[in-house]
Each structure stands twice: as C-alpha cells, then as structure tokens.
C-alpha cells in the first residue's frame, strides 16, 4: 500500500518533536537497509568559490541585435562540504537556511559538525557533486549529502547562482552554467585537495567523482553526462550562448571529464520541452540512475524522465519510480515547520508519499548505486538485482525468519515496504563490429560468429 502523506493542515497542527526541530536526519519505521546513517561522524565546512571571466546571462538584452562582445563577469558559487569526520568531533550540529520565499530563515538540525576535523591519515574518498532544481539552494538536499558523507564520501553541494531562493534570476542562466558550474566545482575541489591550507588536504579522490542532480541539477547532470541539446533547445539561451552545450559542437564534445564516473539525476527537466533528441541522449557517456515520480508535472514523467532513460542507449541505466509521486519526489528535505505558515509547504512536500520514507528510500538506492560505481563494492549490486515491481515480490520466511527459496521481496526492504516503487533497469545498447569484406566473401555472417559487438567507448 502507497504511503499516504498528512495534509499539510494536519501536520502543522499536530507536528511531531522530530518535524518541530526540523530534523534533516529522520528515519521511518519501514526504511530499507542501507538508509541508517555509516559508521562515519560527518563534518561540514563552506566554501565560497569564484569562477572568473563567465559570461554574465542575466545582463544580455534577448531583445538586442547580437553584442560584438558578451557581458562578463566573475561568477561567485557557495559550496556547502559534507566530509567524513574525526571520531572524537563535537560541535553544533544546526545550521540556518532560507525557505523557498527566499525571506523566512530557518534552523535545521542533522548531525553534521560546523569545520570538524576530517580523520587522520585515511585515504582520500570519492567526491559526489550536488546540484538543486530552479530555484532551490545548496541545504535543499542536505539529508542525502550528510548520510553519505557518512558512508565515506565527500559532498559537495553548489549554491548555483541566479537559480537560489535568494536570487533566482534568467532561468537562461541556469541552463548555460549548470554544466559549467560542475566541472568548475569539480576543478576546485582539486584545488582544494591539493592545498594543505584548505582544511581538506588529501581527503578528496576528484578523480572517482559522482554527480547527484535534482530537477535543473538533474538537466545539467544529464548535460554533463554527454548529453548535448538538440537544435530546437539552443532558442532557449539569449544570442545563442546555450550553443556551447548543442549536440555535436566541439564544446559540448569537450564537456564530458572523465573523472566523473556516474551520475544521478532525480526529476530531471527539460525532455518534456524538447532539449534533447535521440541523437542528443545517446551521447551520454556513464551509467545513470533515474528517479521520478510517475505523476511529476513539472519534468513530465513517460514523456520526460522515462524518455531520458529510455534514450541513453549506449550506457547501462535504471529508473526509480515512486507510483503517484510528484516531482518532490526524494530530493526535498522534509519540510521545516515555519514552511506551513509562509505558505511553501508545497515546495517539500508530496500529497502522495511521506517524505521521510521518500528521503529513506532514496539514500538506500543511491548508496547502493554510488558504492558499486565508484568504490568497487559489488556486494552492493544484490540491492539493485531486483524485481521489476516492489508489490510482485513474495515475503516467505520459516518459523525462524529466515528467508526461504520461494522469498523474492526486494533485498533490504522490510515486508510491505516495496509496494508502490518501481525499480528498471536496460542494458548498454551495443552495434555489431564492422566485418572486412574477405569475411563476407567466406560465407561467414554476423551471427554465425556470435556476438560480436563493442560498447561505446567511455572516455578514458
């Protein structure tokens, strides 16, 4: 049975202590397996960053004849760090944030310590890059970044300016630099890594790096991934500055970096409006997960979310679905209490799953996904190896609770806890290796010598 969510009336009045502190950290009752917090204290710390020389979007006149020369400007991103933390770590544990109004000033509480000290001579962990939808900020995910971190990753989660409650500005300016803000995060944290004044030195494998997009996030993580726009999408940036991500053109060629291994993207915009085409979502270049709600008006799901899935033919992906969910689906932070009286609930919550649970089940798939992409854990793939329907599965257990051979309920999942998602996975679609002609003059077809077929290459 699909969890219902209470109206939001109903939980303003009757907030429990968890909801009245704002708690990012929350764990429901039927959470799957790998949601529970790692063995890993967390700390926090900020950075502010500044990529220079960027073409400034919000200054370009649509309306003007093309300029000689585009505006630009030193473009300044907030990045907020979840790391993992000494053992003995203690601190304040809260931190303040701004809701949707870009007005009303929260505190949420998670677990996370303000500039605590990473641990002593461990090896460096793989870096996940975290960007929000249009508008959001940097904390809107922040429940997914602190368990992480606390499984052995560094977080890096961008404050992607114009597109923030607090300064959402030309959404133009959001679909040129969402890209280019990743790579350029990416770089930093590099930079960071190697600077034995930044705090960080030494903590951070750039080169084993994930990207975890939500909505806008999820369009870049997408563009970032490989795949380029189609000819229509270019209309949407003013003087053709959305052309540098076009499918085919040597910048978005160029665009890829190969220290990204995989990618993330829940509730991606954009296909439900035409940026890509067949050709476009073949380019991507690294296995995917998807998530998305099957009622999601915002990305549209069959013909946005799914499509995107369907069309990165020439890697391996899957897709997450919460039936009847909308497009909050996973990504939100439950909502804090003050979002009711300031009327932004909405922006948290969904009228169909409970958002905790949601949060549960999305940290389960994405740590199980993030371990087998980039730690090499294949112990993990036996939470992915799953019926495609969670309300197909049987529950069977003997009278000492142990699974019997009949039990084919989704791994890591407490009985009734799958019904209502959908987990899907497609192949790599390969074509047949070219064959030299003396072959063909010998009599010998494709298929009389079996497979052979390459995958298309990844960037080494």
Request: proline share 2%; hydrophobic share 45%.
């Given at each position: 049975m699909i969890r219902i969510a209470l109206s939001a009336a109903l939980l303003a009045a009757a907030a429990t202590p968890l909801a009245a502190q704002n708690r990012i950290d929350g764990q429901a009752p039927n959470a799957p397996a790998l949601s529970p917090y790692g063995s890993y204290a967390v700390g926090v710390r900020q950075f502010d960053l500044v990529n220079k020389n960027q073409i400034n979007i919000v200054a370009i006149d649509p309306s003007a004849e093309e300029p000689a020369e585009l505006p630009r400007y030193d473009r300044p991103l907030t990045v907020e760090m979840w790391y993992p933390a000494a053992t003995d770590s203690i601190g304040a544990t809260s931190f303040n944030t701004y809701l949707r109004d870009g007005v009303t000033e929260v505190t949420l509480e998670g677990r996370a310590i303000r500039n605590a000290a990473p641990p002593p001579e461990t090896n460096p962990f793989p870096?996940?890059?975290m960007s929000h939808g249009y508008p959001g900020n940097r904390f809107?995910?922040?429940?997914?970044?602190?368990?992480l971190a606390s499984?052995?990753?560094v977080v890096a989660s961008i404050d992607h300016t114009d597109s923030t409650y607090r300064d959402q500005g030309a959404f133009a300016s959001t679909l040129v630099n969402r890209p280019l803000d990743q790579l350029f995060v990416l770089d930093e944290m590099a930079r960071l890594n190697?600077?034995?004044s930044s705090g960080v030195a030494g903590l951070i494998d750039t080169d084993n790096t994930g990207l975890i997009g939500y909505s806008m996030g999820g369009y870049g993580a997408v563009v970032t991934a490989g795949g380029g726009l189609s000819e229509n999408a270019v209309g949407f940036g003013p003087q053709d500055?959305?052309?540098?991500?076009?499918?085919g053109s040597e910048t978005h060629d160029a665009l890829p970096d190969p220290r990204i291994k995989t990618a993330v993207a829940i509730g991606p915009w954009g296909m439900n409006v035409g940026l890509w085409d067949a050709e476009?979502?073949?380019?991507?270049?690294?296995?995917?997960?998807?998530?998305?709600?099957?009622?999601d008006e915002t990305s549209g799901y069959e013909n946005g979310i799914r499509k995107i899935w369907e069309g990165a033919t020439s890697v391996d992906r899957s897709l997450l679905t919460f039936e009847g969910g909308g497009h909050n689906t996973v990504a939100p932070i439950p909502a804090p209490i003050e979002s009711y009286a300031a009327g932004v609930s909405g922006h948290y919550t969904d009228p169909v799953w409970d958002t905790v649970f949601m949060n549960n089940v999305g940290q389960h798939f994405v740590t199980a996904w993030m371990d087998i992409?980039?730690?090499?854990?294949?112990?993990?793939?036996?939470?992915?190896?799953?019926?495609?329907n969670g309300s197909d599965g049987v529950w069977s257990v003997d009278e000492s609770g142990a699974f019997t051979d009949d039990h084919t309920y989704w791994f890591g999942f407490p009985e009734g806890a799958a019904e209502g998602l959908r987990y899907e996975v497609l192949s790599a679609e390969v074509a047949p290796v070219p064959l030299p002609a003396s072959v063909w003059l010998l009599g010998v077809s494709v298929a009389g010598l079996g497979a052979?077929?390459?995958?298309?290459?990844?960037?080494a």
């Open positions: 870096l996940v890059l809107l995910m922040s429940h997914l970044a602190e368990n499984k052995g990753y190697a600077d034995a500055t959305l052309a540098i991500h076009r499918e476009g979502l073949a380019g991507i270049e690294i296995p995917m997960l998807f998530i998305a709600g099957s009622d992409e980039l730690k090499g854990n294949s112990a993990m793939q036996r939470y992915l190896d799953l019926q495609a052979l077929r390459s995958r298309r290459n990844r960037k």
